[in-house]
C-alpha cells in the first residue's frame, strides 16, 4: 500500500483532489496500521522508558525502566499520579538526590518498603562505595547487559496475550493474575470513589472506520481522573476538544499511553468496534452511522 | 537709649524670626515635602476611614455604600498629586476599595 | 496545484498544529517546592539584572494573601504590577518589609534594592534576582515543612491544617501599611452545580478563603457577578487560569485535585441542592 501513482495527466482538479486524498489514506495506514505489528518492538522491549534527555551529559549510563513489570505491581495512578511521573520522555526531570529524599522511585526504592517478602533495593543513595558502584547499573543500564530480578518470558509465561504478543493486561487482571494496587502507604491520599462516567461513543471521522465506544469504567481503574484530566483531555463537554489520528499517532491524546504503553494503536478494533449498539443502551451520544 | 524702645526692637524682631522660621521664603524642595507630609497624613486618615470598612460592605444600605463611594472619589484627586511610587500605590489600594463597595452596592440594588 | 498545496498545508497543520497546543499533553508537575514559584520581570532584565524568583510557600507561611495583595497592591498576574527598585527603596511593594529596619522573627528583614551591597561581601541583588544563578536560601523548603500537615499535589502541604493546628500563623495587618479592619462579618457557603452529570457538586466555603483573602481581592476583579449565577463560566475558563483559576493553577491547590472542591455527593433523582 506504499506506492500510491499519481496521474501522469493533469486532469480536473476533483480527481486529484480524490488521489491525494487516498495518498493521505496511506499515509495514516502506514502511521498506524504497518503490517500485522510489523513496526512493534519485541514485546520484552514494548513500554521501555529511557530515563534521560537524548545526548545529555552523564555520570552513568541512562535508566532503562520497563513498564511491564511495575504495571502488574502498580496502577498507572499510583505513579503518574500520586508520584508525580511525566509522561513523556525526560518529562520528570528525575535526579539523584530527589531519589535519595524519597521522591519519584525513591518513594518506593528506599530499601526499607516491603514488597512481597523482601524489601525494595534503594535507589540512588547519597553515598556510595566504590566497590559497589555496579549497583547502580542495576537501573543505569543502557548499553550495559544486567541480569535482572524478573525475567520477561518466565513472568508473562502465563499471561493472557493479545494478538500481536503483548500481554492482555485487562483480561489478566480479570483471571486475576495480576492485582495492581493503587495505595502507596505514607504517599497516597485516598479520596472518596468518584462514580466514572457511562461509556459514550466517539464518532470517528474516518468514513473507512467504525466509531468508537470509549469506556470511562476501564480508564478509570487504572488511572483514576488525574492522570488524563484535566492535563490531556481538558473538555469537559465531549467534542470541545477535537483532535485526530494524526495527533493521536504523534503521541498525544490517547497516543500518550497507547502506542507506547498500553496496547498499540495497530489494533484499531479494540477501540473501533465493529457495531455501535443504540444510544440509550448503556451508552451514550449517537452513532453517525446506523 | 529708651528701654521701651529697646524692648520693642527685641519683641519685634523675635517675632519677626519666628514668622519667618514657621514659614520660610519659599524653596522648591521644602514646599514640596511639607505639602507631601500634609498631604499624606491627610489622605491616608481619610482613605483608613473610609476603607477600613470593607470588611463589613455587606452590612450597609445602599445610601451608605454610595457616600463611601463618593468619598472615594473625592480622594482620587488628592492621590493623584502624589509622588510617582506613591501614586501609583495608592490608586490601586483606592480603586480596590472603591470597587468593592461599588460590588456590593450594585448586588444590593440588585436585589 | 492550489488545491493540492491547500490540503497539504491543512495535513502539515494538522499534524504539527497540537504540538504547540497545551492540550493532548502532560503538564509537567512541578516539584513540591516549585510550586507557587512566579518569575518577576517588570524592569529586571532592563536594568541588566536576572529576573527576580520569588516562591509563595514561605511568605505564605506567615502572611495572609490580602496583605500582600491587597494592601501592599501586589497583581495576581506576574507581570500586572510594575514593581521597580525605586518603588522598593521608597518602601513600597517588596520593599514595604524588604528595607533593613523591620523586625522579623528577632532578625531585621534584609533590605531589598538599596543603593549599596551589604557588609559582608554577598551581592545583595542576587539574593533575589536569581533566575539562573544558585543561590543559598535562608530557609530550605523540606526543613522547614518538615511537620507539617501532608497534602498531595501543589507544595504538599496542607496550608489550612497547618494553621488549624498551629504550625503556621499567617499575619494579616502590616503595620504602617494596612487598613486597620475588624473582623470580617461571615458570607455563608454555597453550593455552586457542577455541569457534568455525575461530577459531585462543589460546595464553596466563603468562610475560608476570606479568613486569608477578604473580599477586595476577588471581588469584582475576579469575580464581578454580583448575584450568584450571573457569571456563566465553566472548567475551561478555570483551567485558563480565569475565575478560581487565578489563584488554584499556580499558588492555591492545583485543579489536579479534583475532589478538593467537588466534595458533594451527587443527588440522585432531585435538585441539586443549594444553600
Not at chain 1, 177 to 191: A, E, K
Not at chain 2, 6 to 18: G, Q
Request: aromatic residues 8%; proline residues 5%.
Amino acid at each position: 500500500m506504499n506506492s500510491c501513482a499519481k496521474p501522469r495527466k493533469r486532469s480536473d482538479a476533483m480527481r486529484r483532489s480524490v488521489l491525494y486524498w487516498i495518498g493521505a489514506l496511506c499515509l495514516c495506514l502506514s502511521l498506524t496500521a504497518g503490517a500485522e505489528g510489523k513496526n512493534l518492538p519485541p514485546p520484552q522491549d514494548y513500554g521501555v522508558t529511557i530515563m534521560g534527555a537524548p545526548g545529555e551529559q552523564r555520570v552513568l549510563p541512562a535508566v532503562r525502566f520497563d513498564h511491564w513489570l511495575h504495571r502488574a505491581f502498580y496502577t498507572c495512578r499510583l505513579c503518574h499520579v500520586d508520584l508525580g511521573f511525566a509522561m513523556t520522555r525526560n518529562g520528570t526531570g528525575v535526579k539523584a538526590d530527589m531519589n535519595a529524599q524519597g521522591l519519584y522511585c525513591g518513594a518506593c526504592h528506599d530499601g526499607q518498603r516491603v514488597h512481597g517478602n523482601r524489601a525494595i533495593f534503594a535507589a540512588c543513595r547519597t553515598s556510595i562505595r566504590p566497590e559497589a558502584a555496579a549497583e547502580c547499573n542495576r537501573c543505569h543500564s543502557v548499553g550495559i547487559p544486567v541480569k535482572r530480578m524478573y525475567d520477561y518470558d518466565s513472568f508473562t509465561r502465563k499471561l493472557p496475550k493479545q494478538k500481536t504478543g503483548l500481554v492482555d493486561w485487562e483480561k489478566a487482571e480479570e483471571q486475576g493474575f495480576i492485582r495492581p494496587s493503587d495505595i502507596l502507604r505514607g504517599v497516597s491520599v485516598v479520596r472518596p470513589r468518584m462514580i466514572p462516567q457511562g461509556d459514550f461513543i466517539i464518532n470517528s471521522r474516518g468514513l473507512w472506520m467504525t466509531d468508537i465506544i470509549f469506556s470511562h469504567k476501564k480508564h478509570a481503574d487504572w488511572n483514576g481522573c488525574e492522570v488524563c484530566h484535566p492535563d490531556i483531555f481538558p473538555s469537559v463537554k465531549k467534542g470541545t476538544v477535537r483532535y485526530s489520528m494524526f495527533q493521536i499517532a504523534e503521541g498525544e491524546y490517547c497516543g500518550l499511553c497507547h502506542d507506547r504503553v498500553a496496547f498499540p494503536l495497530v489494533e484499531c478494533q479494540k477501540c473501533h468496534v465493529k457495531s455501535t449498539p443504540h444510544p440509550g443502551k448503556g451508552v451514550e451520544g449517537a452513532a453517525s452511522r446506523p | 537709649m529708651n528701654i521701651r524702645l529697646h524692648i520693642s526692637v527685641l519683641v519685634t524682631a523675635l517675632t519677626a524670626a519666628l514668622f519667618l522660621m514657621e514659614s520660610p521664603l519659599p524653596s522648591h524642595d521644602t514646599v514640596s515635602a511639607r505639602a507631601v507630609a500634609y498631604a499624606q497624613d491627610s489622605w491616608q486618615k481619610e482613605f483608613d476611614d473610609i476603607c477600613s470598612k470593607t470588611q463589613d460592605a455587606m452590612l450597609f444600605n445602599v445610601e451608605e455604600l454610595r457616600n463611601l463611594i463618593a468619598r472615594c472619589d473625592a480622594l482620587k484627586p488628592r492621590i493623584e498629586k502624589l509622588e510617582a511610587s506613591e501614586r501609583k500605590v495608592a490608586t490601586k489600594k483606592l480603586s480596590v476599595c472603591r470597587d468593592l463597595y461599588e460590588f456590593v452596592r450594585e448586588a444590593k440594588e440588585k436585589k | 496545484m492550489r488545491l493540492k498545496i491547500f490540503l497539504s498545508i491543512i495535513l502539515v497543520l494538522t499534524l504539527t498544529g497540537a504540538a504547540l497546543g497545551q492540550t493532548g499533553v502532560k503538564k509537567k508537575r512541578p516539584l513540591p517546592a516549585d510550586f507557587g514559584r512566579v518569575v518577576l520581570n517588570d524592569h529586571a532584565a532592563k536594568a541588566g539584572l536576572a529576573p527576580v524568583v520569588f516562591d509563595h510557600w514561605s511568605h505564605r507561611s506567615w502572611f495572609t494573601c490580602r496583605v500582600c495583595h491587597v494592601d501592599l497592591t501586589f497583581g495576581m498576574k506576574t507581570g500586572s504590577t510594575g514593581v521597580s527598585a525605586a518603588d522598593n527603596m521608597k518602601g513600597f511593594y517588596c520593599g514595604a518589609c524588604h528595607n533593613g529596619k523591620m523586625s522579623f522573627q528577632g532578625r531585621k528583614v534584609f533590605e531589598s534594592c538599596a543603593a549599596k551591597d551589604p557588609a559582608d561581601g554577598t551581592k545583595r541583588c542576587d539574593r533575589c534576582h536569581s533566575l539562573g544563578k544558585q543561590v543559598r536560601r535562608d530557609y530550605d523548603f523540606a526543613t522547614y515543612t518538615a511537620r507539617f500537615p501532608k497534602e498531595r499535589f501543589g507544595n504538599g502541604i496542607d496550608w489550612e491544617k497547618a494553621e488549624d493546628e498551629g504550625y503556621i500563623k499567617p499575619v494579616d495587618v502590616l503595620e504602617g501599611t494596612s487598613t486597620p479592619r475588624k473582623s470580617l462579618s461571615i458570607q455563608k457557603d454555597f453550593a455552586l452545580g457542577a455541569k457534568l452529570a455525575g461530577m459531585p457538586d462543589i460546595i464553596f466555603s466563603h468562610k475560608k478563603h476570606t479568613v486569608w483573602n477578604g473580599c477586595e481581592l476577588c471581588h469584582p476583579e475576579i469575580f464581578a457577578g454580583v448575584t450568584k449565577g450571573t457569571t456563566k463560566y465553566s472548567m475551561v475558563d478555570i483551567f485558563e487560569g480565569r475565575y478560581c483559576g487565578a489563584c488554584h493553577t499556580t499558588v492555591a491547590f492545583p485543579l489536579l485535585d479534583c475532589q478538593r472542591c467537588h466534595t458533594r455527593p451527587v443527588q440522585t433523582g432531585g435538585g441539586k441542592g443549594a444553600q
